[in-house]
């Protein structure tokens, strides 16, 4: 049996048995540290779902995917990818079923051609989501692009809410979160945390989406506030970051960065060129005549 | 270097042909335990003497042969506690202290008299040594770890093969080793495999979907008669499947 075939037959027993339900996996779709996900046909409603297949059999992951699953079903948001289903294969494997997304993950998103201007509307589409949830005292505690979908038609979903912190709910789970994203007091002490630890989480991914773009400041001062190391001196809330973004959209002042004069002028400048230009263009146009009906 | 060599089978003609399973019945209670564990790991033991310990083919039958009777003989299994390590481990740490004793004997512990003489096929092993070589960037461990997952899985479709040919599904079979076990064949459609057996679509789908089920089941039985509890199977299961690689 050469290495080749015994890979592949490691794929096959990783399948899912699904011989006896009402789902049918077509093919794979993604793996990650949790499980794997299919895209599946539900025969009994006659559309296409994700199926996600924890890796584990602990009670553990599936006490996870249950939480996530309670946790979802208080989330009704068109920015949040609801769960339809939950339960165990017949081979002891947890699984839960969720609307197919059909669209590429933001990281994957990031590499591709896309104006910074898109980019932060995205951006502040993302924050809608989260803040909804923390209105309802639910943080995310694992958001990195690899979390968020982006759709075909431009939409943003946050996926994998299998170790937010519910308001008011016993800690059970130790380690909750990835380091790159994750806020200094998150890391101390995921139990400790609030919203402001999203907000930090935010402003990774804002870092890493105009990473590529040699940034303006007023925008890397937006990423700094959003990841101080204190949660004092940060955004209070996702959407105080969102609109700090959606001011940068609109050519105003940024709360985030205290502008000089020259800073001020060069933004007046950003924003009003083509009027400028047409001021100035006029101008030139006038002195010339008048010049030239003196002469 | 692996040298020298003599062919294979020419040498091994000379032992009786007894079959191992009778000796691990004889040794008493949780015969099937060591007879899984055997079929396991006697190839991943002859292959790891052939590139750990540089034996020649013949050198490395004895050993594999010696080491494994005297496994059997001296309770060897009962020696392993599944919380201190993985049973892997623990063989790989006795076989190389097997080795270092058989050293210092001048070679007398290969095959002790009268032990008996299992019988195995070590013309296939070395046909997959020269087949698949260690890859220089993988550690023994990991080679030692990936032969074990190799001959499970061998292992399983031999069962699954003798389940379906005592069934009347050989043509079950058939189709799950066109397809999951020819490599050259992953690529194929089931409209493809449908025409090539002069079946209809539905019936590869279906009967592709049972065989890799029970292929799956014989699998997984395998390490359960290999694994003392649950918490031992689970994490052999994981180890298997690359989980936790």
């Known amino acids: 049996m050469t290495d080749k075939t015994v890979a592949h037959l490691r794929e096959v027993i990783r399948e899912p048995e699904l011989a006896h339900g009402r789902y049918r996996a077509l093919d794979q779709i ?66 839960y079923v969720m609307k197919l997304v059909r669209g590429q993950r933001l990281d994957r998103y990031q590499a591709g051609a896309h104006s910074m201007t898109d980019r932060l509307r995205l951006f502040a589409r993302l924050c809608e989501p989260i803040g909804f949830a923390h209105a309802r005292g639910i943080v995310h505690r694992d958001l990195k692009p690899e979390n968020v979908m982006v759709g075909e038609f431009g939409e943003v979903l946050v996926l994998d809410w299998g170790v937010a912190k519910v308001a008011g709910e016993a800690e059970t789970i130790a380690v909750a979160g990835t380091r790159a994203y994750m806020a200094p007091e998150q890391a101390a002490d ?7 630890a999203d907000v930090y989480a935010l402003g990774k991914i804002l870092r890493f989406l105009i990473e590529a773009d040699g940034a303006p400041k007023p925008l890397l001062a937006i990423c700094a506030q959003a990841t101080a190391e204190k949660p004092g001196n940060r955004y209070q809330s996702a959407l105080e970051l969102s609109r700090d973004v959606e001011r940068f959209l609109d050519g105003l002042a940024v709360d985030a960065y205290p502008e000089t004069l020259a800073d001020r002028a060069y933004r007046f400048y950003a924003k009003y060129k083509l009027l400028i230009a047409l001021i100035v263009a006029y101008l030139v146009m006038r002195g010339v005549i008048i010049l030239w009906t003196r002469h | 270097m692996i040298d020298p060599d003599t062919s294979i089978g020419g040498v091994e003609a000379r032992f009786p042909q ?30 790891y003497l052939r590139i750990q310990w540089k034996c020649s ?42 080795m270092t004793n058989a050293g210092k004997a001048g070679g007398r512990l290969k095959r002790s008299s009268g032990a008996p003489v299992l019988s195995l096929d070590y013309s296939a ?15 023994i461990e990991e ?43 992953h690529q194929l459609t089931y409209d493809q495999l449908a025409a090539e057996f002069a079946i209809p679509a539905a019936n590869v789908t279906n009967w592709l979907a049972a065989a890799r089920r029970d292929f799956r089941r014989c699998v997984l039985e395998q390490v359960r008669r290999m694994t003392a509890d649950e918490r031992e199977f689970r994490n052999e299961v994981r180890a298997l499947l690359g989980i936790d690689a």
């Open chain 1, 190 to 196: 995921p139990g400790c945390v609030d919203a402001r």
């Open chain 1, 30 to 95: 993604g793996r990650g540290g949790m499980g794997t996900v299919y895209r599946a046909e539900d025969a009994e409603l006659d559309r296409e779902v994700a199926l996600k297949v924890l890796k584990a059999e602990s009670e553990m992951a599936v006490e996870r995917m249950r939480r996530e699953a309670r946790i979802l079903a208080r989330l009704e948001h068109p920015g949040i990818v609801p769960i339809h289903d939950v339960g165990i294969l017949d081979d002891g494997r947890a699984f």
């Open chain 2, 57 to 98: 083919n013949d050198d490395a039958k004895d050993f594999t042969q010696g080491f494994l009777a005297r496994a059997l003989e001296q309770d060897f299994f009962t020696g392993y506690d599944p919380a201190k390590a993985r049973f892997r481990t623990y063989l790989r740490a006795s076989l190389d202290h097997f």
């Open chain 2, 143 to 185: 080679y030692f770890q990936a032969e074990w997952v190799r001959q499970v899985f061998a292992v399983a479709v031999e069962e699954l093969q003798r389940d379906y040919a005592a069934r009347g599904r050989e043509t079950r079979f058939a189709i799950f080793a066109r397809y999951d076990l020819d490599e050259d064949s």
């Open chain 2, 18 to 47: 007894t079959h191992w399973s009778q000796i691990v019945q004889a040794a008493g209670a949780n015969s099937a335990a060591r007879e899984a564990l055997i079929i396991a790991y006697w190839k991943p033991i002859y292959k």
């Open chain 2, 125 to 139: 092993a070395e046909n997959e040594l020269s087949a698949d070589p260690p890859d220089p960037a993988e550690s």
